[in-house]
Nanobody
Framework: QVQLVESGGGLVQAGGSLRLSCAASGRTLSMYTIAWFRQAPGKEREFVAR????????YYADSVKGRFTISRDNAKNTGYLQMNSLKPEDTAVYYCAARGRPGATKAYEYEYWGQGTQVTVSS
């Protein structure tokens, strides 16, 4: 079992930046693919980005490509999501997720979830 805790959310103006963190406990995070999802009010949870065990491979949703960067520090058992050039449509609760296998962009494919952190982008 791995427990995930997100932090770093908040209120930011359009064009601003935030860095989300996902701290893991229970097991070493290097054994897991890490992903970020988000869910806006009234919408389904959607994939944002994922990163491989070692950090050598990343994949992004088209909506955030070029603006967001996913990374990880396995020594600190922590994953990150750097969000730049934020837009009001990025407003959502952001969730960190982990799975014990490579790949995957569907929420149901991830075994472990954090509680979420709110990101609000004002226009």
């Amino acid at each position: 079992q791995v427990q995930l805790v997100e932090s770093g959310g908040g209120l930011v103006q359009a064009g601003g930046s935030l860095r989300l963190s996902c701290a893991a406990s229970g097991r070493t995070l290097s054994m897991y693919t890490i992903a970020w999802f988000r869910q806006a009010p009234g919408k389904e949870r959607e994939f944002v980005a994922r990163i491989s065990y070692s950090g050598g491979s990343t994949y992004y949703a088209d909506s955030v490509k070029g603006r967001f960067t996913i990374s990880r520090d396995n020594a600190k058992n922590t994953g990150y999501l750097q969000m730049n050039s934020l837009k009001p449509e990025d407003t959502a609760v952001y969730y960190c997720a982990a799975r014990g296998r490579p790949g995957a962009t569907k929420a149901y494919e991830y075994e472990y979830w954090g509680q979420g952190t709110q990101v609000t982008v004002s226009s």
